[in-house]
C-alpha cells in the first residue's frame, strides 16, 4: 500500500508536486516543487580508505571530498555537505534499497547511513533570472565565477537554510528547503521570482 | 557584517556561523579532582582582551562543524581560522584563512587545546 | 509655466522638450525632465521653501546636492507621502505632489516665527533648560507642544503601497561616486576584467562633471561622461547603479547601498518593480570616489532664503539651466567661488561685486573676474543681510588686521542672491565609517583621509585633490590598484584623458566666524552654524563657556549635527569654532563621529521583503493542513505553528480545552508531535557518548527500550529533556524539545568535535524526517492496534518504555510506547511526506472512539495534572535537577558527566534552594496568574521578600479544580504550609503539595 502512496510535496498548499519541470524554453524564470527524491545522510570518515571506497563501489561514482561539490552516477545525486558528510539524493522510493546495500557494503565501517528522505522538499528554480532571484536571499557570491554546476552549498535563504544545487548553466537550480520551511521558501522564491516572469 | 572562512566550506558570512565563546578551554579529564575554586574558574572566568582574540564559531547554517578563530576585538579582523585540534602555534606563520578547505584534515581533530 | 527670466536660453542637461507639471505647497508649477524639484523651484523663482526646526525662520534652497539643510520636503499625500526628503535630490515627476514641513499654517505665514522672536530663550541646551520642572509636566505639556511646534515631515498613518527589496552581490572593486575620479577607477579596474559595481547617489554619471563647463580630451566635460559611461556598460562584469547611495559600510567590507528604482516616476506605475533596493555588498576592494562638500561661510544672518553655496548655484545654471537669481553678491575665502561667479556671469546673472575674506588677490581665476569689470573687494566681509523672505541686500566692510573684527563704514549691495564659499569638506563619511583615520590638513583647512584600516582607497575630492586632472589620475591609479590587489591585472594604470592645465589654488582664509559689527551673540544677527537645527556661532561659544568642550558633548547639547543631513555642512565650521574659543588646535577637538546611513533611509528598504507573511518563517507539520481545515487555533513555538486547541461550535479556549482534557482521560485523543528535535545516533561509542551527555545512565538501555534523560549544561542546570531509544547496539533516537532542537544537537557535536574527538559517534538530525502523532487514552491500545494489525500490542509483548517498528496503516512507522499525559499512549513516527495520511488514517480508524485531536494547551494541562515538567516553563537555566525534585534522573554511580561537577558546588547543594513543588489554592476555581509572584506571609508592609513565582497554572478538568506548579524557595521543606500570591488586588492564599496531581502511581501509564 504504502508503494501505491502519493508522497507529498511541502508546498503543495501553492502546488502540487511535480515529477518534473520540462524542458525550459522561452525567456522566463520558473519555479517548481518537484516530487520529494529519496534522500540518504551518509556519514563517514574520508581519511578511511575502506569507507571511500566501499561507497564508491556501491554508487558507481566517487565520493565527493573537494568542499561544495557534487558528484552523481546513473540513479544517485551525492552532494558534499561538510567534511565528514553527503547527501545522496535517488529517485523517490529507491531510496530504501541503497540504504540496504549501503549497510550491507560497509559492514563494520565506522559509518551512518540514515534515511531522511522526509527532512527536505525540492524546489527547482531554472531560467534567466533564477540567479538574481537567489541573489535577493542569498548571500553566497552565485556569479559564475564562484558557484558552478556541479556545486552545492549548505547556506541561507532569506530567513531559512537550504541545501543549493547548481544543476546548469540556464541556470537551473535544485533547493532543498527543509520541509517545515518548504511553503515559507516557496512563498519566499515566488514573489523574488516576480520580476524575472512574464 | 564579517566574514568568516570556513576551514571547511570557505568564506560565508556571519549569519551562517554561531559563537561559541572563548577558544582553547579545555574541559578538565577528572572534575571531581578540582576544586571549587578551580572547577569555577573553568565554568565562570573569561579572558576579555582588547586586541586578539581566539575564540570557537560553528558553521551552523553550513558543515555544522566548530572550529577557531581568532579576531581582533577592537578592529574585527580576522587573522587566523583553523580546525579544532590544530595547534593553535602551528597556524601562526600561515593563516588558515588562506588554506583552501582541506578535507583531509577532518583527522586533525583534537582537544580545545 | 517655467518662468523665462530664471531659465537661461540654452543649455544644461535638463529636456526643454518635455515640460513636467508638478505642485508645491498647492501651486501648480512646471519645470522640465531632468530637473530636480529645486531647480525647478528656483526656476519658478521660489527660493523659500521651509522654516528652520527652532526660530521657524525662513529658508532657501542652499545647496545642490544630499548635503540640503534646509529645503526639507513632505512629498506625495496620503499612503505614499513620505518626509524629510531633499529638494535637491528629488527628481521631479509628472504629478509630483510636494510640499513644505515644519511650517503651520504655511511655509509664507508660520505662526512658529514667533520663537525667532523669543530666540534669546533657545539657547543651546534649551531643551535640558527650559523644560526640566516640573517633571510632571514634561510627559504632558512640554513633549507635546515641542513635537508639535518642531515637527519635521509626517510619517505616512497608511500601509505602504510599494514593496522594496534587496540583493546581496560580490564584488572586486566597488567604487561609490561616479565623478571623475569614480569613472576612471571603475574603467582602470574594468579593463582588468575585474567585477565591478559603480553606484552613485544621483540619477546619472558624472558627479561634479555634469556641471563643469571644463573639457576632456578635446570635448566637453559631459560628452566624455557619456561615452566614458558607454565604454563601461560594454564591460559584461561592470554593474552601474545610478540612484543608488552607498550608505554604509561596515566590517569585512560589508557596504550597503540603497537604490532608488522608481522614485523617479509617477507613483504606482511599476507593480512588479521593488520601489527601492538594498544592496548587500561584499566588495574585495572599495574605491571611495565621493567627493566633497562646499562649506557656508558663517556670517551675520547668513540663513536668508538666497544665500545659498557658490558652487550649488554653478551646477544650477550649468546642468539645470536655472538661475537662482538676477544680481549675486559672492562671498569667499578661497578661489573655487571665482569660477561659480565666472560661469553665472556667463549664464546672465550680474555679479554685483566678489567679497573676499582674503587679504591678496592672485591667480588666474582672480585675473579672469578683474578682467571681465567684476568688482572685488578684498579683505572685505558681509556684515549684515537684508530682505524678509529674500535677500535683498548685504552691508560689507573691511576686515581689521586681527581678523576678529571689521572697521570703516558699512557699503550697502543690492542683491537677490548670496553665494557663499567657505572652502570644501572632502566628503570622508565612508572613510570614516570604515574606521579610517582622518587627519587635518591645516592648509586645506579641512580633514582628509589618512590612515585606512580596510581594504579600501580614497581618490579625487574626498581626499582633498580638487583639480580635474588630479582626480582622473588619482581614480585611475585607484582602480588599477583596487583590481590588482583583488587579483586582476598588475596594477596597470589606462592612458588618461587630457585636460586643460590648472593652475595652482590661492591659499584659503579660513575665519570660521566671518567678522560683523557685534561680537557674536551680542547684536541682533544671527551666525547660522546648523541651518537645519537652528545652531548659532553664539550656541557653539556659549556650550563651550559652559564647560562642553569635547565635540561629541557639543553635539549633544547644542544639537549641531544631528538632523536629517548629520551636519554635512556645518559639523567642521562648528569644531573650528568650538576649537578656537577653546584656543586648541582643530586636529584636537577632533570630529564627532561618522556613522550610516550616509543620508535617510527609508524603513522599508531596511526591512525589504521581511513584512507579513515573509516577515519570520513560519514552519508548518505535513498535518498543518488538516489542522487548518479542523478549525485548529496556532500557538507559536518557535517558528513552528502548533495546533494549540481545536473548537468547536462556539467552544472558547477553555470549554475546548476541557473537553480535549476529558476525551484523552476517558477514551483517546491524538496530538501533533512532529515539532520534537529528533537526533539519530550512530556508531561504536555511542551508549559512552549518551552516558556522558545525560544525567542518568545509559550504556545497559536495552535495544527496544526508551528512556527520558535530563541533559545538563556544566554548571549543573537543566538544559533540555526527552525520551532516547535504543534501536540497535550502536543505534539510538534522541529527542529533544521542541525549540531546543537545533541547539541541543550544535551543543552535542561541539562535545563531540572539540572534547571527545576520539568518540566514533555520528548524529544526524531527522526532526522533520518523520512525522509523529501521539495517541493518548485509555483507548489507544484499540486505535494502534487497528491500524497496525501485525503487531502484538499486549502490555507483556509491547510494555511501557519501549518501541517497536511496525507497519501503520500501511507506512512503515515507528512506535515509541512513552507518555507525556499519564495515559496509555503511543507516539507513531512515520516518514513526513506519509505523515497526512497515516493522520487521516488515525482519525478514521478513532472515530468509533471519539477520538479527539488535541493542541498543546491540553498537552500542557495533562502533563501538568502529572507533574511533568516543560524545560523552558519550570526551567530558566537557573534550575538543576534536584531543585525540580528529579534526583532520581542523576546518576550516582556513573563517575563524571557533563554537569556532575557542579552539583557539590556550595551554591548548587545549598539544600533551601527554590525547589519545584505543586500549588493548590484555597478556591479551587481560582487559577494563578503564570509568573505570579509568591510571599511566605499574607500581609506585612513593603517590600515583602519574594521567596518564588508560579511556573505553570492551569484549570484541571480531572481534578475539577486548578492546580498550579511553583519554584519555591525552599520549598521542599514548606510540603502542607500554606503560602500566598499577592495579586494586586487580592491575596491568595495556596496550600503547598507535591508536583504530581494525577495517578502518582502510575497505573494508568502502565496499563
Ligand atoms: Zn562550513
Known sequence: MADTLIRQGGATRFTQAVASLGANTGNGTRLAELTPPGQINLRGRPSDPRFVRTVGAVLGCVLPLNANTVTSAAEVTVLWLGPDEWLLVTPAGEETALIARLREALGDIHAAVTDVTGNRTRLRLSGPGARETLMKGCSLDLHPRGFRPGQCAQTLLARGGIILHQIDDAPTYDIYPRRSFSEYTWMWLSDAVAEYQR | MLTINCPWCGPRDETEFGFGGEAHRTRPADPSALSDAEWAEFLFMRTNPKGLHRERWVHSHGCRRWFNVERHTVTNEITRVYQMGSASEAAETAPAAEQAPATAAIEKQGSRS | ?1007
Not at chain 3, 534652497?61 to 528629488?90: D, F, V, Y
Open chain 3, 1 to 1007: 509655466m517655467t518662468k523665462a527670466e530664471f531659465r537661461t536660453p540654452t543649455g544644461g542637461r535638463i529636456d526643454r522638450g518635455r515640460p513636467v507639471n508638478f505642485t508645491f505647497n498647492g501651486k501648480a508649477l512646471q519645470g522640465y525632465a531632468g530637473d530636480t524639484l529645486a531647480s525647478a523651484l528656483l526656476a519658478n523663482g521660489i527660493h523659500l521653501v521651509g522654516r528652520s526646526f527652532k526660530y521657524h525662520r525662513p529658508r532657501g534652497i542652499l545647496s545642490a546636492g544630499s548635503e540640503e539643510p534646509n529645503a526639507l520636503i513632505q512629498l506625495e499625500r496620503g499612503n505614499r507621502t513620505e518626509p524629510n526628503l531633499r529638494a535637491t535630490q528629488i527628481e521631479i515627476y509628472e504629478g509630483l505632489v510636494a510640499s513644505s514641513q515644519n511650517a503651520w499654517p504655511n511655509v509664507e505665514t508660520d505662526v512658529g516665527s514667533i520663537n525667532n522672536v523669543l530666540s534669546k530663550i533657545f539657547v543651546a541646551g534649551f531643551y535640558y533648560k527650559t523644560f526640566m520642572h516640573p517633571q510632571s509636566f514634561w510627559m504632558k505639556v512640554y513633549e507635546p507642544v515641542i513635537r508639535r511646534a518642531a515637527g519635521l515631515g509626517k510619517a505616512p498613518v497608511e500601509p505602504d503601497p510599494d514593496f522594496y527589496d534587496k540583493m546581496h552581490i560580490h564584488c572586486d572593486v566597488l567604487v561609490a561616486g561616479s565623478g571623475p575620479a569614480g569613472l576612471m577607477a571603475a574603467l582602470a579596474a574594468a579593463k582588468t576584467g575585474a567585477r565591478v559595481v559603480i553606484a552613485d547617489e544621483q540619477n546619472e554619471f558624472g558627479g561634479s562633471l555634469l556641471a563643469s563647463r571644463e573639457t576632456i580630451d578635446g570635448k566637453p566635460a559631459a560628452d566624455w561622461v557619456r561615452d566614458t559611461v558607454e565604454e563601461l556598460k560594454r564591460f559584461p562584469e561592470v554593474r552601474l547603479l545610478p540612484r543608488t547611495t552607498v550608505t554604509g559600510y561596515y566590517d569585512h567590507n560589508y557596504l550597503i547601498m540603497a537604490e532608488r528604482r522608481t522614485d523617479h516616476l509617477p507613483r504606482g506605475l511599476a507593480p512588479k518593480v521593488s520601489r527601492q533596493r538594498l544592496w548587500k555588498v561584499r566588495a574585495s576592494q572599495v574605491v571611495l570616489a565621493t567627493g566633497a562638500h562646499e562649506r557656508p561661510l558663517v556670517f551675520a544672518d547668513n540663513d536668508r532664503p538666497g544665500v545659498m553655496l557658490a558652487d550649488a548655484a554653478r551646477t544650477y545654471a550649468n546642468r539645470f539651466g536655472t538661475l537662482p537669481g538676477k544680481r549675486a553678491v559672492v562671498l569667499t575665502n578661497n578661489d573655487s567661488a571665482y569660477q561659480a561667479a565666472l560661469d553665472l556671469a556667463d549664464a546672465g546673472v550680474a555679479i554685483a561685486a566678489i567679497v573676499d575674506l582674503r587679504t591678496q588677490l592672485g591667480g588666474p581665476l582672480a585675473a579672469q573676474a578683474k578682467q571681465r569689470g567684476i568688482r572685488i573687494l578684498t579683505n572685505s566681509a558681509v556684515t549684515a543681510t537684508y530682505g524678509a523672505k529674500r535677500v535683498t541686500g548685504v552691508d560689507v566692510m573691511t576686515i581689521n588686521g586681527s581678523g576678529e573684527s571689521v572697521i570703516g563704514a558699512p557699503t550697502k549691495i543690492d542683491c537677490d542672491l548670496v553665494l557663499m564659499s567657505g572652502g570644501w569638506n572632502p566628503a570622508v563619511h565612508l572613510f570614516s565609517q570604515s574606521t579610517g583615520k582622518l587627519r587635518y590638513d591645516d592648509a586645506l583647512a579641512c580633514f582628509v583621509p589618512n590612515v585606512s584600516m580596510q581594504a579600501e582607497r580614497s581618490a579625487g575630492a574626498c581626499k582633498a585633490t580638487f583639480t580635474l586632472a588630479g582626480c582622473l589620475a588619482e581614480g585611475a591609479a585607484a582602480g588599477a590598484e583596487a583590481a590588482k590587489a583583488a587579483g586582476h591585472g598588475e596594477g596597470e594604470v589606462p592612458a588618461l584623458p587630457s585636460v586643460e592645465r590648472t593652475e595652482p589654488q590661492q591659499p584659503i582664509r579660513p575665519l570660521w566666524v566671518v567678522p560683523s559689527t557685534d561680537l557674536v551673540g551680542h547684536g541682533k544677527a544671527k551666525h547660522f552654524v546648523d541651518f537645519q537645527n537652528d545652531v548659532s556661532a553664539a550656541d557653539v561659544l556659549l556650550a563651550s563657556r559652559e564647560g562642553y568642550q569635547s565635540v561629541e558633548h557639543l553635539k549633544r547639547y547644542t544639537t549641531t549635527g544631528m538632523g536629517t543631513d548629520q551636519g554635512k555642512t556645518s559639523n567642521v565650521n562648528a569644531l573650528a569654532i568650538l576649537a578656537k574659543s577653546l584656543a586648541s588646535p582643530i586636529p584636537q577637538v577632533g570630529t564627532t563621529t561618522f556613522r550610516p546611513p550616509y543620508t535617510p533611509t527609508t524603513y522599508g528598504v531596511l526591512a525589504g521583503r521581511d513584512v507579513g507573511e515573509l516577515a519570520d518563517p513560519a514552519r508548518h507539520t505535513p498535518m498543518h493542513s488538516w489542522h487548518v481545515a479542523h478549525n485548529a487555533l496556532f500557538e507559536d513555538v518557535g517558528q513552528w505553528k502548533r495546533p494549540w486547541y481545536f473548537p468547536q461550535g462556539s467552544e472558547d479556549l477553555h470549554a475546548a480545552v476541557r473537553r480535549e482534557c476529558r476525551a484523552v482521560r476517558s477514551s483517546v485523543g491524538v496530538l501533533d508531535a512532529s515539532t520534537l528535535g529528533k537526533i539519530d545516533i550512530q556508531g561504536p561509542d555511542a551508549a559512552q557518548f549518551l552516558n556522558r551527555v545525560y544525567t542518568n545512565a545509559f550504556l545497559k538501555l536495552e535495544i527496544g527500550k526508551c528512556r527520558y534523560g535530563v541533559m545538563c549544561k556544566e554548571d549543573g542546570m537543566v538544559m533540555d529533556d526527552g525520551v532516547t531509544t535504543r534501536l540497535g547496539p550502536n543505534h539510538f533516537l534522541m529527542t529533544t524539545t521542541t525549540g531546543n532542537a537545533a541547539k541541543v544537537l550544535d551543543w552535542l557535536e561541539d562535545y563531540l568535535q572539540t572534547e571527545w574527538p576520539d568518540l566514533r559517534v555520528f548524529l544526524t538530525s531527522v526532526t522533520e524526517h518523520y512525522a509523529t502523532a501521539s495517541i493518548a487514552g485509555p483507548k489507544a491500545r484499540e486505535v494502534v492496534a487497528e491500524l497496525a494489525p501485525d503487531l502484538d500490542m499486549s502490555a507483556e509483548a509491547f510494555p511501557y518504555m519501549s518501541y517497536r517498528e511496525a507497519v501503520v496503516a500501511g507506512v512503515p512507522a515507528r512506535i515509541f510506547r512513552i507518555s507525556f499525559t499519564g495515559e496509555l499512549s503511543y507516539e507513531i513516527n512515520v516518514p513526513a511526506y506519509n505523515g497526512l495520511y497515516v493522520w487521516e488514517q488515525i482519525m478514521r480508524v478513532g472515530a468509533k472512539h471519539g477520538i479527539t485531536p488535541y493542541g498543546t494547551e491540553t498537552m500542557h494541562v495533562l502533563r501538568a495534572e502529572k507533574g511533568y515538567i516543560i524545560v523552558g516553563q519550570e526551567t530558566d537555566a537557573t534550575v538543576t535537577p534536584q531543585d525540580l525534585g528529579m534526583g532520581w534522573v542523576v546518576s550516582k554511580q556513573k563517575p563524571d558527566f557533563i554537569g556532575k561537577r557542579s552539583f557539590s558546588r556550595e551554591d548548587t547543594s545549598r539544600s533551601d534552594r527554590k525547589q519545584l513543588v505543586g500549588l493548590l489554592t484555597e478556591d479551587p476555581n481560582e487559577v494563578l496568574p503564570e509568573g505570579a509572584q509568591l510571599t511566605a506571609t499574607a500581609d506585612g508592609h513593603p517590600p515583602i521578600p519574594m521567596i518564588g513565582h508560579v511556573t505553570s497554572s492551569y484549570y484541571s478538568e480531572t481534578l475539577g479544580r486548578s492546580i498550579a506548579l511553583a519554584l519555591v524557595k525552599d520549598g521542599f521543606q514548606r510540603m502542607d504550609q500554606h503560602i500566598f500570591a499577592p495579586l494586586g488586588g487580592k491575596t491568595v492564599k495556596c496550600a503547598v503539595t507535591k508536583p504530581v496531581f494525577y495517578d502518582p502511581e502510575g497505573v494508568r501509564l502502565h496499563g
